[in-house]
T-cell receptor
Framework: GAVVSQHPSWVICKSGTSVKIECRSL??????MFWYRQFPKQSLMLMAT?????????EQGVEKDKFLINHASLTLSTLTVTSAHPEDSSFYIC?????????????FGSGTQLSVL | AQKITQTQPGMFVQEKEAVTLDCTYD???????LFWYKQPSSGEMIFLIY??????QNATEGRYSLNFQKARKSANLVISASQLGDSAMYFC?????????????FGTGTQLKVEL
């Protein structure tokens, strides 16, 4: 079946540094990918929609200059947390959309736990 | 705007029993899709089942079935013959019109614990 790979699975960084998270669709082309954020014991909150070859669409309240999204190819989207601070510590998870005829499925990566010291 | 409501923060079920996880939704879209995902403690999101708003039959996938009642705007997940490995967080989600890369709106989740 379709697989979405997310890397790294966890990262610890110092405050003020930038962290890049990759999301790859391994056996299908994904024109659209989504980035979510999840705090402990809470639901997933959509941060942005990543569209191949165009600018990402950010949800209200998400700083686009802080959370840089690049979707340069049909199989790769990256999320860069710039100048990370402790309040950015969270679980980040991506998903990729695959169309099967008239149906569509969303497959998720395994997530990235970010801890900013 | 779309809204998903899961009113059960936590559920217990005995092994081999069936359990129903509740989900109600609100949308003004005529065409939409409903999903259930499982999130074990490892954090990954595992797709379980999908129901399209125009599908006349309830979706089934192995031990998972979706009790879709369109008039009541409910899409409850039924897990039959529960197993210890079913212990996880379960999220109901909705998407607007199929295709087009529409975003998912998630409910707050239900933590399921399967006991011996």
């Amino acid at each position: 079946g379709a697989v979405v790979s997310q890397h790294p699975s966890w990262v610890i960084c110092k405050s003020g540094t930038s962290v890049k998270i990759e999301c790859r669709s391994l056996d299908f082309q994904a024109t659209t990918m989504f980035w979510y954020r999840q705090f402990p014991k809470q639901s997933l909150m959509l941060m942005a929609t990543s569209n191949e070859g165009s600018k990402a669409t950010y949800e209200q309240g998400v700083e686009k200059d802080k959370f840089l999204i690049n979707h340069a190819s049909l199989t790769l989207s990256t999320l860069t947390v710039t100048s990370a601070h402790p309040e950015d510590s969270s679980f980040y998870i991506c998903s990729a959309s695959r169309v099967y005829g008239t149906n569509e499925k969303l497959f998720f990566g395994s997530g990235t736990q970010l801890s900013v010291l | 705007a779309q809204k998903i409501t899961q009113t059960q923060p936590g559920m217990f079920v005995q092994e081999k029993e069936a359990v129903t996880l509740d989900c109600t939704y609100d949308t003004s879209d005529q065409s939409y899709g409903l999903f259930w995902y499982k999130q074990p403690s490892s954090g990954e999101m595992i797709f379980l089942i999908y129901q399209g708003s125009y599908d006349e039959q309830n979706a089934t996938e192995g031990r998972y079935s979706l009790n879709f009642q369109k008039a009541r705007k409910s899409a409850n997940l039924v897990i039959s013959a529960s197993q210890l490995g079913d212990s996880a967080m379960y999220f109901c989600a909705m998407r607007g019109r199929p295709g087009g890369g529409n975003k998912l709106t998630f409910g707050t989740g239900t933590q399921l614990k399967v006991e011996l």
